[in-house]
């Protein structure tokens, strides 16, 4: 286990998905770069982040959920793969990428609906 | 003063003399050493990038003819049909490092009184240190009647050979489990690589043949070598247990010896005298040796079991040949008990790489090897429990959440999406 540390930990993440995880990187930091913006916005428009970030949880919440169950089907198994508890965590686990993915997607959207909002109650 | 106690001196000097400039780390050696690496396989290339990086004066010279890599590992998948032979097979060209010279051609004679190997086509190559990493050879001549040339032919599978013939081996498991009858699985009597794949092959067709509703119209065989189906007690039991629960019968101490494809007859050697039987499929697992070159060199074992097929001599701890201290053995070609896995490598490289380095710039060499070796043992599609031990056979799982002996998705996760990203970190001298 010691022998895995974050240096090893990328060379085996970079040879295993080569230039998806560059794709991948880029993506988180759009994403990234979308939600700091959406919330410039807000703070902009004087509406509160609560209800764009409670959306973002429910939906992105849901979206992980329901790729657990889809995991193992990229590992070439079929959901009955997962049995103990450790598998369901790790499923989980990978699940957080697709799902963390749709909240931020749901957060920017619910954002910008919720400035364009009070625009129009001015 | 010989060359080696030179090339030590000197460059323990120079070492010293850098490290106080700053210029090489003390993981690093500077030393101008000529080093030979024999194969280009997991643990030759695996070897090359490290020494590349680690000792920046040396000559590194791999010798192989193979133009191919591919990632064995990776058979059983194949074997499964989950995989294809393009996901296994890479180009050596793509992992030797820059700074090795590649002689594309076999070691014909090792000349370890001479420090010296010669290739096929008649170069004599130099060292001052030499690793051998050979690999083994696939001896299916030792089986009377078989031929490379039957796998995927007549019920006969074999994933051990090559991407095309797991594939062939994939197809003659789905005919079998198509048509029904007595389907043979084993292993051989000696040292082999993987010895967890075969008992993978078999759990996979015993799960096939259940997805498809066709497990009643299939017997299932496994011809264990010796009174075990796995050298380590636990792992023994577990199988045992897994192996009775899926009714998969077996026979102890069965060796084979010889096939007829025609009448699709085996015959093994056992305690009692040779036994036939008859089948519909038969998964050949070949003995393994060390490839002639070796065999034929004063570097094997000269008595004990590990010298009739050739296993070059090392020290169990350091990998280091007691009669010939300049040369090393890596990967499967080396004579320990044990540890014929790309795992195993992935342990042993570091070892031998910083030891060497450590000696070539004036420092004592600490690193040993346990014996650690690996196999994510597959009992289903989707399913694997994540076998590691070491030479006294004792389970030393890598990561301490997930249970050895428990069938796991997690511990299938590794195996198809973990181990060749793993591996290929390991080819780069980077895990
Ligand atoms: C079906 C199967 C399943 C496996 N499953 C696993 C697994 O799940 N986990 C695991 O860790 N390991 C597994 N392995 C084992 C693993 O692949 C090997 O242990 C590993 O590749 C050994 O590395 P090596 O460098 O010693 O040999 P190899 O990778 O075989 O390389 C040897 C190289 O030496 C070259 N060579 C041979 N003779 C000469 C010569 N005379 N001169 C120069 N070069 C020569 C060859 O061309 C080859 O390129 C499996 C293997 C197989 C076949």
């Not at chain 2, 030393?31 to 695996?46: C, D, F, Q, T």
């Not at chain 2, 992935?346 to 014996?371: C, I």
Request: glycine share 8%.
């Amino acid at each position: 286990m010691s022998d895995f540390n974050p240096v090893t930990l990328f060379f085996i993440l970079y040879e295993s998905m080569g230039v998806w995880l560059w794709l991948l990187l880029g993506l988180a930091l759009v994403l990234l770069v979308g939600i700091v913006t959406s919330v410039l916005r807000l703070r902009r428009a004087g509406r509160p982040v609560k209800r764009p970030v409670i959306a973002a949880l429910v939906v992105g919440l849901i979206a992980t959920v329901a790729a657990t169950f889809a995991v193992p089907a990229w590992t070439l198994a079929g959901p009955g793969a997962l049995s103990a508890a450790i598998d369901y965590a790790f499923a989980f686990l990978f699940a957080l990428v697709p799902g963390a993915a749709v909240a931020a997607l749901v957060f920017m959207m619910a954002a910008r609906r919720c400035v364009s909002r009070g625009a129009a109650t001015v | 003063m010989k060359r080696r106690e030179f090339l030590i001196g000197a460059a323990a000097c120079a070492t010293a003399g850098s490290v106080m400039a700053g210029g090489v780390s003390a993981q690093e050696s500077a030393a101008r050493a000529r080093i030979v690496i024999a194969g280009a396989g997991a643990a030759g290339l695996s070897l090359a990038a490290r020494l590349r990086r680690q000792m920046p004066n040396a000559t590194i010279i791999l010798i192989d003819a193979k133009k191919e890599h591919h990632f064995q590992p990776g058979f059983t998948l194949v074997a499964t049909g989950l995989w294809s032979p393009a996901d296994v097979t890479e180009r050596n060209a793509d992992y030797v490092p820059r700074g090795v010279e590649w002689i594309e051609q076999a070691v014909a004679e090792f000349d370890p009184d001479a420090k010296a190997v010669v290739t096929a086509a008649g170069q004599r190559v130099a060292y001052d240190f030499l690793f051998v990493a050979t690999g083994l050879m696939l001896d299916y001549r030792a089986i009377a009647g078989m031929d490379l040339s039957l796998i995927g032919k007549e019920g006969i599978a074999s994933i051990y050979a090559g991407p095309a013939q797991a594939a062939a081996s994939a197809a003659a498991i789905d005919r079998f489990i198509e048509t029904g009858g007595v389907g043979l699985f084993g292993r051989p009597a000696g040292e082999m690589k993987c010895a967890g794949a075969p008992l993978k092959v078999t759990f996979v067709t015993d799960d096939k043949a259940r997805r498809k509703d066709r497990r009643g119209a299939v017997k299932l065989i496994y011809n264990a070598h010796n009174p075990a189906v796995f050298a380590v007690p636990p792992v023994h039991d577990k199988v045992k247990t897994l192996f009775a629960e899926r009714d998969i019968a077996v026979n102890y101490s069965h060796v084979l010896k010889a096939i007829d494809p025609g009448a699709k007859r085996a015959t093994y050697a056992t305690p009692k005298g040779d036994v036939t039987l008859d089948y519909d499929f038969i998964h050949v697992v070949p003995p393994m040796r060390a490839p002639d070159a070796v065999r034929n060199s004063p570097l094997p074992w000269r008595q004990g079991p590990l010298a009739a097929d050739g296993w070059v001599e090392a020290d169990k701890a350091t990998l280091r040949h007691p009669r010939y201290p300049e040369v090393f053995a890596v990967g499967d070609i080396a004579g320990v008990p044990r540890g014929k896995t790309a795992a195993s490598v992935k342990w042993q490289v570091p070892v031998v790489a910083d030891n060497l380095v450590d000696e070539t710039a004036g420092r004592t060499p600490q690193k040993t090897y346990n014996g650690y070796t690996s196999c994510p043992m597959v009992t289903a599609v989707g399913k694997a429990m994540l076998i590691e031990f070491d030479y006294d056979g004792k389970l030393i799982p890598s990561f301490p959440f997930i249970p050895p002996l428990e069938e796991l998705w997690v511990s299938w996760l590794i195996e198809e999406k973990g181990l060749k990203g793993a591996y290929r970190a390991m080819l780069r001298g980077r895990a």
